[in-house]
């Protein structure tokens, strides 16, 4: 019974989708077979009248006895010919609007269309017919005959002008003249590589065998092509004219218009690109010192990148961003089809045609910045970055993603002059994706291009810092909050623990290798710029400082988390990450050292920060780790001392607390080497304190230790985030008291 009413389940199901297509389908056929009555209606009823003449025997007595036929035959001449004359006049209104706002090429493409030769052609015919039919004799056909054929070609004479109506109105449709001269455009494209191919094969059959075998044809039409007549004019025109039609419905504010005519300009120089992959060359810019790749397939791609910046410069002149947004995602989709066009012409994991619209692009950005357009300039960021991140695998930086990070930058150092301090920090945002796709993917050349990244942040973080005082306490975005910041899903350290679970490997080959050794090389990047970042900058009251303090202890935890699960067992593979680590912990030193302000509290949690980086590392077996974070955070109390004057005791207690807590574990595991190192840097006097002053701040001191021991007691208690030093101190220790538990 359930197999039953399975398979009846089953049946009900296929014959009602069954239904439904049935009737989708004649609902379709149905709304056609309204349309193609509607446009016949009266072809149909004149036939109709045509057929019952005909057919009916006393309808076609009467009308062969019929006299006046040549004065009806007259006057169907006549309206033939008004007929006539209406298609020649629907045919001016389209050439007389092209020559208005449109181009010359349309209108030498609407004085030859096709479509009204045809009708004029048959209208004309019709007309000479009926005439020539009034000549009683001329023809022995019966009247009933003649007086319906008469009255079918009327009926189909005026359901053609209703027809021609329509295509006149398809005509005077803006979209469909840039379509059709994009059409005109391409052909002329084939036109010229059919004959450019065909030109080449007679001279490649005319070589011997030997010349044969080492000259390809392709060879042959890169040398052709010079020669033709007309190139590359014939096509140069149409990129000309579709400009002219783009600037022209900038000015009358027909933004789709324009939008057409540059997507227009686009798809036309991605196609001509397409047809000259196998033949174009390259040869060293003599205006680049020969050390960058021009190509002469440059006659027509450079007109076309200097139409678009046109375009461009009149939407920015006008007002119009939408335009000016259109003409960078042109550019952006010539860059990323350079790109992939993989030419035989281009060396393996190379691009060089793909730099001259990314060029072009970001000169018509600063362009519409110089004119106060901004929103032009940061919609742009996202778009271009698209070039970069559509790249394919393994193509050299210089080419695509070392251009696009430059103009980036270049975006956001004007967005922060401008005090768009948001915009600034969405468009850095950008450089993070390029290096989120280049990571995914395993790019050969991710590490050069997170270099230049990073060298990018660096010269915008003071500006980030600057523009951070002028915001305000009440400003919600944090200096450069997408290359440190945790909230934002690409940024440093997540790249990094990206990195962690994808680059390292095992070579069973050559086991000398260590498998971390991109992660390593990742590392010892990133200590070099932090240590830049900690010289160059004066964070003082900043977020930036605590952005960063958070992206190193993610990637502590990320380093702790190999640790606990490493590739080989007892390699000690890991060893060389922890020592490129301690660079990285170097910061925290470098960031306070020699400033002129700090904050008290950022510097409570960056020694917050150490002692949760130096305890994980501790529970893992790396004291080397613990001891430089004692280290660096003596060296913050020591700068907090110098630095702030007079120095508050409770703070100073709050740095000490860190310490003790560190001790507590140390005293609990019986770990009298790091003990006796803790116990002297608690004991030792800042420099930056007076005698007095460090009597005052012991009573703080012993204030903070006894608050802390407080805490820690509670057992329930969960204060602080989950992560915090604070808590992984107290699980430490219950740990340690209670190993069972």
């Not at 993070?432 to 050069?448: M, V």
């Not at 990047?525 to 970042?533: P, S, Y």
């Amino acid at each position: 019974m359930q197999r039953l009413a399975q398979i009846r389940r089953r049946c009900a199901n296929y014959w009602a989708t069954h239904i439904v297509q049935w009737n989708l389908r004649l609902a379709l056929f149905g709304g056609r077979l309204r349309g193609w009555i509607g446009a016949l209606a009266v072809s149909l009823f004149s036939c109709a009248i045509a057929a019952a003449v005909l057919l009916v025997p006393r309808l076609r007595e009467m009308t062969d006895s019929f006299q006046p036929l040549e004065a009806v035959l007259s006057q169907l001449g006549a309206t033939y010919g008004t007929i006539l004359a209406l298609v020649l006049t629907l045919s001016i209104i389209p050439i007389q609007r092209a020559a208005e706002v449109w181009s010359p090429s349309i209108v030498r493409l609407y004085r030859r269309d096709p479509v009204t030769y045809v009708t004029f052609v048959a209208l004309g015919v019709f007309c000479a017919a009926s005439f020539l039919l009034t000549v009683r004799g001329l023809f022995p056909v019966p009247v009933s005959v003649v007086l319906a054929l008469s009255l079918s070609v009327l009926g189909i004479s005026l359901d053609l002008l209703r027809w021609y109506h329509g295509h006149v109105c398809h005509l005077l449709d803006p979209i469909h003249a840039v379509n059709l001269s994009l059409k005109e455009a391409n052909q002329a494209i084939d036109r010229t590589k059919a004959h450019v191919t065909r030109i080449s094969r007679l001279q490649h059959q005319l070589l011997d065998a030997e010349q044969q075998r080492v000259v390809r044809v392709e060879a042959i039409e890169s040398t052709i092509y010079p020669r033709i007549p007309g190139y590359p004019s014939s096509i140069n025109s149409w990129i000309n004219d579709l400009a002219e039609i783009g600037i022209k419905a900038v000015a009358r504010g027909e933004k789709l218009l324009g939008k057409t005519a540059v997507f227009a300009i686009a798809k036309l120089t991605r196609y001509y690109l397409s047809s000259r992959k196998f033949n174009l060359t390259l040869s060293p810019a003599p205006e680049a010192m020969f050390l960058a790749m021009t190509s002469d397939v440059n006659v027509v791609t450079d007109r076309a990148y200097e139409t678009l910046q046109e375009v461009s410069r009149v939407a920015v002149t006008q007002g119009d961003e939408a335009t000016a947004i259109r003409v960078s995602e042109a550019y952006m989709a010539i860059a990323i089809h350079l790109a992939h066009l993989d030419a035989p012409a281009f060396r393996e994991g190379t691009a060089p045609l793909a730099f001259g619209p990314i060029y072009y692009a970001f000169a018509c950005v600063k362009y519409a910045q110089s004119k106060g357009l901004d929103d032009v300039a940061f919609q742009s960021g996202g778009i271009l970055s698209k070039a970069a991140e559509s790249a394919p695998k393994d193509v050299a930086e210089t080419d695509i993603h070392v251009p696009v990070i430059d103009g980036l930058a270049e975006i956001a150092l004007h967005l922060y002059g401008k005090r768009s301090y948001g915009l600034a920090e969405e468009v850095n945002g950008h450089h993070f994706s390029i290096l989120a796709q280049l990571l995914q993917r395993q790019d050969f050349y991710f590490d050069d291009v997170l270099r230049h990244v990073l060298e990018k942040m660096e010269m915008l973080a003071p500006l980030a810092i600057a523009n951070e005082s002028m915001a305000g306490r009440l400003s919600t975005v944090h200096p450069l909050g997408k290359a440190y910041g945790l909230v934002s899903p690409n940024s440093l350290s997540y790249l990094f623990e990206r990195a962690a679970a994808t680059l390292p490997q095992l070579d069973a080959e050559r086991e000398w290798i260590n498998p971390y050794h991109d992660l390593i090389d990742i590392e010892d990047i990133v200590a070099d710029h932090l240590r830049r970042m900690a010289e160059n900058n004066e964070f003082g009251e900043s977020f930036l400082l605590w952005e960063i303090d958070q992206s190193i202890k993610h990637i502590s935890k990320v380093i702790a988390k190999i640790l606990e699960h490493p590739l080989r067992q007892d390699h000690g593979d890991e060893t060389e990450l922890v020592d490129k680590f301690l660079w990285i912990l170097a910061f925290y030193w470098v960031a306070f050292h020699g400033k002129k302000t700090v904050n008290a509290r950022h510097a409570d949690e960056c020694c917050e920060s150490l002692m949760f980086i130096g305890l994980q590392f501790l529970n893992r077996g790396r004291p080397e780790v613990l001891r430089s974070c004692i280290s660096n955070i003596s060296s913050i109390v020591e700068s907090y001392c110098e630095i702030r004057r007079p120095a508050d005791p409770y703070n100073i207690g709050d740095f000490f607390a860190h310490l003790w807590g560190i001790r507590m574990v140390l005293v609990a595991r019986h770990n009298d080497a790091l003990t006796h190192e803790i116990d002297r840097a608690l004991s030792t006097k800042p420099r930056g304190l007076q005698d007095e002053e460090w009597q005052t701040a012991q009573e703080a001191i012993m204030l903070r230790r006894q608050q802390l021991e407080e805490r820690l007691a509670q057992r329930g208690n969960r204060q602080g985030r989950p992560d915090s030093g604070e808590n992984l101190l107290r699980k430490l220790l219950q740990e340690t008291h209670d190993p069972a538990g």
